[in-house]
Every structure is written in structure tokens, then in C-alpha cells.
């Protein structure tokens, strides 16, 4: 290639050979260097690493998404389109390189194509011949859409970017940490970390940013570790982000063994695989985590977030009280000198928390203004009272953060139990925070409980993308919208819901595919498509890898052996679980078995109903 600078990568499933032929030609005539491969005996080391050079020197990467590539869960096509995000990571974001291609009818909803390629505007070309792109002699469409790409390569024209007005991608998903995400994990049972300690951007209203270490001359180990604290930044996070952070920060790490910035960020992105992801809690992951932070500390002993760091990988991945008191101790005296930098506050409550002194860690939350975050620490330590008088406090209510809303709700759902209640304080939210992820699932969940799928349907209508990353489930939003016909008497309406579903899982999986929910998402949706077979193959793969016994039923499955059919299955695992309370997952239990649709089949059976009566938090509203 004369150029690689200003060479186009065209991507595309081998199906699609003479519609990427066509779009090829166009860019030919339009003066544009075209890397098309054409080979008929595609395969082989040296034509792999041919395409992967190919995609690492490219200007331009041009995926063709058709009714081909939806169609097909695996094709190498796939693994160049994933090679292709991993380079962009290393870009600025306004930087001109993913440029997809859609051809024939796929909608931006239901296409399935990495995240990535939904934050850039996307090209439509017509389409005939059974749905292969056309060429005819001098179309203007074709010969506007060829000159738009040269001048892109030539620096005339800026990318443009998925927006909600535009008929292009779909929204990419939400950035930016929450500060307060993580606690819903802790009312499942699960220990979370400080994911966020290292802030490029400029400082909040709680304080300035910790000191950092004088700034030698940007290296390009510095630039690695920037693009991945980007990743680390976003919130909630995939595996597959969190490999790719660490694969920065590995690359950092051998060009500049010194750079403690970079031994600090990979040892906390180790503890997010642990906790609170449990993506990979493995002995040895934890091994690597507290090694990495103490490499951290031996470099820059002086440096207050490698000491934060290293203090939070100790308290959460050893499991260790003794260095959990040792994360006190430090914590304790940070605060005392800096008292300007708040976030130090709600991490010393994490460690109390780490430590089982949940009272204690709510009431220092309450003394040092972050009301509603002790809110979900009384409500983890059982103290629904102290709870629900802090979600209503007038330091509360003063709040304009939408977890003001979702601790009231979890409340009034979970623990009282009063559906009327819930739905009035949903009427009372504002409707700009009606569209995120959580509380799109908090609003369906709790009409899919009142059984009004018209409300289901008008909340997930409005959230804008086809994934959803919530405190409580993560997965399509097709799941949903799949019950919420099922529920309104539409089952080939819910059919094609819950396949559109099942096709979004499958790619998850492929992207992280040891995420147990997503295998038990997916023996779900399978049973509910009727493909019971396939569905008890997933759920037995998935339980050996996870390492329960076969054919037994856990809070994770449950719904799976629900959709299965295997209802005295689930009774007998619901009965001790419900009675012995061993943690707040058992009121979650007895909400969804007491409302949610799911479980009508066990209705009929009076163990069930004298189960739910029995077991009853003194706290919820009474059965009619």
C-alpha cells in the first residue's frame, strides 16, 4: 500500500463479498485507497496477520452491517471489528476512524455491533438485488457518500457522532462514575471497592483531587495509562473494558517499569474484576491486585492516591480484617488532614462497611452530609426505620441525585412492600431521571408487578438503548419488553421480543464469556422460546462453571428453573432460603415472588401462599 495513512479498511461478512465489492469501487473512483480482501481461501497464520497489520495502519475502518452479519453470531468478521475498537481506545475521542456501513433493513436498535461502533453517525446505503448495495453509473448518493469519505481522510470534514435527532446509531451508553451505584451491590451481598480514584477531569464540588506526583514529560507509557483511566472512568463496566484497560496499562508497564501510576491503576483494575464485578475472584487475580499495589507503593511511597489504592485492594481482595483495620487507620488520618477532599469520607465508610460495622458507617455518613448514602447502609444493616427517616430527611429530599428516588423506591417495593405507595413516588419523580438505566428498571420492574404492560412498554420506550447496565440487571431491554406483551396477551409479539434478546446475549457472551448472568439470561430467554433443551444444556454448562451443584437452583438461576417449568424445583430451594434470612437478597425474593408475573405458575400450590405469609417482613404491607 503507498499510503496506510489514508487507506480504508472495509470489513464485512463473506455473504456481503459483492456489496463490499460495489462500495469499494465507488471509493476507487472517488480517488480512495481501498483494503479490500478478495481471497477465496481466506485462513492461515500469514493471512491473518496480513488483516490484523491491515486494521493496526488503516485510516479509515468501514464495517458492513446487513442482515448478514445479524444473522451470523460468529465470523472472522467479528474478530475484526473487535481488533478494530481495541486500536480506537488509543484515539482521541473526535478522531476519525470507525465509519460503519449499514445495507438492506437493519434497524439501529436491534443491530449487532460492538458499543463502540453506536457512538459514530452511521451511513445507509439503498439497497436492492435482495438486499446488496447498488451501484448504478453516476448515482449521486454513491458518488456524495465516496467524495464524504475522501475528504474525512483529507482532514476536510470532522467525524459525526451519534445523536438522538439524527436517524443514525443509537445513544452510546452513559459515562461517568456514580458515586453511589455500588451500594445496591452491597444490599446483594457483595463487597465493592474504590473504583475511582484516579480524576483527570477538573475537580466536583467535594473538594479538590488528591495530590499528584510532579508530572515528568508525557511519555508514551503516560498516554496508555490516560486512555485507560477513560475506561476505568465510564462506570459500569464490561469485562471486555476492563481487559482492555489492563492491556494499556500491561503495555505501560513494560515501556516504563517506574511508572507507579500505572502499577496503581492496573492493581485497581484487578480489584474490579473481584469485586465488584466478580467477573474473576480467582486466588490468583487477587494475588496479582495486592502484588500491583504494593509495586505501586514501592515506587511512590508519597503519593496520596497510590496510598489510597493500595489501602482499598488490601481491605477488599485479601479479605483480611488486619488490613482492613490498616485501611481505617490511614483513611482516618487522611480525612484529619485533608478535609477538603470529601470523597475520603464515603471511602473510610466503605472500610467500616468492609469491616461489618454497617451502624457506625451510617451514622459517620449522616454526620458528614451524605444522607442518602447512609440511607443504604441502615437499610443493609436491617434498620429500615433509620432508613426510610433519612430517605425522607429534609437533607435528603434537598438532593437533586436520582438515587434520592431509587432508595425511596427499594423502600417502599422491597421492604414495605406497597405497590400504591411506590407507584405514587414514581409520579413524583422528575421525568428527565425516568430515562437512565436504573431507574428504567426500577419503573418497569415495579409496573410488570402491578401487571400494566402499556406503562412497561412507555418506560422502556423511553430509554434509548437496546442494553441496559443497572444496579439489578444488567442485560437487552428486549427481556423486558419481551413479558411486557407476553403479559398484555401478544405471545408472537413477546417471541420476537425475546429473540431479539437472546441474539444481544449471545454477543455478551462472546465478549465475556464466563459472566454467569448472562448465561442464565440466556437458558431464560431459550425456555421461554420453548427450546427447552438448549435452555437445561446452558444452565448445566453454566453451573459447572460456576462451580454449584448440577440441577440446583440459587438466587441466580431461579428464574431460569422458573422459566423451565420447575416449579416444586424452586419451591424447595425458595423455602429454607426465605425462612433462614441469612441476607438481604431473601426481601428481594419475597417481593418478586410475591408480585411479579414469573411466578403465577406457583400460585395454584397452597405451600406457596402460606410460604409468602409466613415469611413476611414485619415491615410489609399485609396480603389482602
Known amino acids: 500500500m503507498s499510503d496506510p495513512g489514508k487507506a480504508v479498511f472495509l470489513s464485512y461478512a ?316 490511614l483513611f482516618r488520618r487522611l480525612v484529619a488532614e485533608h478535609p477538603e477532599m470529601h470523597f475520603l469520607v464515603i471511602r473510610l465508610a466503605d472500610i467500616l462497611r468492609a469491616d461489618g460495622r454497617m451502624a457506625e458507617g451510617a451514622r459517620y455518613l449522616e454526620e458528614n452530609g451524605e444522607p442518602i448514602l447512609a440511607g443504604w447502609f441502615w437499610l443493609e444493616n436491617g434498620s429500615l426505620d433509620e432508613s426510610y427517616r433519612v430517605a425522607r430527611s429534609p437533607a435528603a429530599q434537598a438532593s437533586t441525585h436520582v438515587d434520592k428516588w431509587l432508595l425511596k423506591l427499594t423502600i417502599e417495593s422491597s421492604w414495605l412492600q406497597d405497590l400504591d405507595l411506590a407507584w405514587k413516588t414514581i409520579g413524583e419523580m422528575p421525568p428527565e431521571l425516568l430515562t437512565g438505566d436504573n431507574p428504567t428498571v426500577f419503573t418497569t420492574l415495579i409496573a410488570f408487578s402491578r401487571r400494566e404492560p402499556n406503562r412497561m412498554l412507555q418506560f422502556t420506550a423511553s430509554f434509548s438503548r437496546d442494553w441496559i447496565e443497572s444496579y439489578n440487571f444488567a442485560g437487552p431491554k428486549q427481556y423486558w419488553t419481551g413479558w411486557a406483551h407476553e403479559l398484555a396477551g401478544r405471545p408472537e409479539r413477546a417471541r420476537i421480543e425475546w429473540q431479539g434478546a437472546l441474539r444481544l446475549i449471545e454477543d455478551a457472551l462472546e465478549t465475556s464469556p464466563g459472566r454467569l448472568e448472562f448465561g442464565y439470561q440466556k437458558a431464560t430467554l431459550l425456555a421461554l422460546l420453548g427450546e427447552t433443551d438448549a435452555a437445561r444444556k446452558v444452565l448445566a454448562e453454566f453451573q459447572a462453571f460456576a462451580g454449584v451443584a448440577p440441577g440446583s437452583v440459587d438466587f441466580a438461576s431461579h428464574e431460569a428453573w422458573l422459566a423451565l417449568g420447575e416449579n416444586n424445583r424452586v419451591f424447595e430451594w425458595m423455602d429454607p432460603f426465605l425462612r433462614y434470612k441469612s441476607n438481604f437478597q431473601w426481601i428481594y425474593l419475597h417481593w418478586r415472588a410475591r408480585f411479579l408475573p414469573q411466578w403465577d405458575a406457583l400460585r395454584g400450590d397452597p405451600r406457596f401462599g402460606s410460604l409468602l405469609r409466613e415469611t413476611k417482613p414485619d415491615s410489609a404491607k399485609p396480603f389482602d
Not at 453470531?73 to 486500536?87: D, N
Not at 477538573?202 to 499528584?212: C, D, I, T, V
Not at 480467582?282 to 509495586?295: H, I, L, T, V
Open 14 to 329: 463473506s455473504q456481503d463479498a459483492e456489496a463490499a465489492r460495489r462500495i469499494a469501487d465507488a471509493l476507487r473512483t472517488a480517488g480512495v485507497e481501498v483494503w479490500f480482501d478478495q481471497s477465496e481461501l481466506r485462513g492461515g497464520d500469514a493471512w491473518d496477520a496480513a488483516i490484523r497489520k491491515q486494521i493496526r495502519e488503516c485510516a479509515l475502518f468501514v464495517p458492513i452491517v446487513s442482515a448478514n452479519t445479524q444473522s451470523r453470531a460468529e465470523g472472522y468478521f467479528r474478530l475484526e471489528w473487535r481488533l478494530a475498537v481495541e486500536r480506537s481506545h488509543l484515539m482521541a475521542d473526535d478522531a476519525p476512524f470507525l465509519f460503519p456501513i449499514v445495507i438492506g433493513e437493519v434497524s439501529d436498535a436491534a443491530a449487532r455491533v460492538p458499543d463502540k461502533f453506536r457512538e459514530v453517525q452511521w451511513t445507509r446505503l439503498r439497497q436492492a438485488y435482495g438486499g446488496q448495495a447498488r451501484l448504478e453509473g453516476d448515482d449521486p448518493e454513491w458518488r456524495s457518500f465516496a467524495e464524504r469519505v475522501a475528504k474525512l481522510l483529507s482532514g476536510e470534514v470532522r467525524p459525526s457522532f451519534a445523536k438522538a435527532s439524527e436517524g443514525g446509531a443509537s445513544q452510546p451508553r452513559k459515562r461517568g462514575f456514580e458515586k453511589w451505584w455500588w451500594l445496591i451491590f452491597a444490599i446483594m451481598g457483595m463487597s465493592v471497592p474504590f473504583i475511582g480514584v484516579f480524576k483527570s477531569k477538573a475537580p466536583r464540588s467535594e473538594g479538590p483531587q488528591l495530590p499528584q506526583a510532579a508530572a515528568p514529560a508525557v511519555s508514551n507509557a503516560d498516554e496508555l495509562v490516560a486512555k485507560a483511566h477513560d475506561i476505568m472512568e465510564r462506570g459500569s463496566l464490561r469485562r471486555s473494558e476492563i481487559d482492555a484497560a489492563n492491556s494499556l496499562l500491561e503495555r505501560a508497564m513494560e515501556i516504563d517499569p517506574s511508572n507507579a501510576r500505572a502499577w496503581s491503576l492496573a492493581a485497581n483494575a484487578d480489584l474490579a474484576m473481584i469485586f465488584p464485578y466478580r467477573y474473576n475472584t480467582s486466588d490468583a487475580m487477587r494475588q496479582r491486585a495486592m502484588a500491583r499495589a504494593s509495586r505501586a507503593l514501592s515506587l511512590a511511597p508519597e503519593v496520596l492516591e497510590v496510598q489510597v489504592v493500595h489501602a482499598n485492594v488490601f481491605a477488599h481482595a485479601s479479605n483480611n480484617p488486619v488490613y482492613i483495620r490498616q485501611a481505617e487507620t
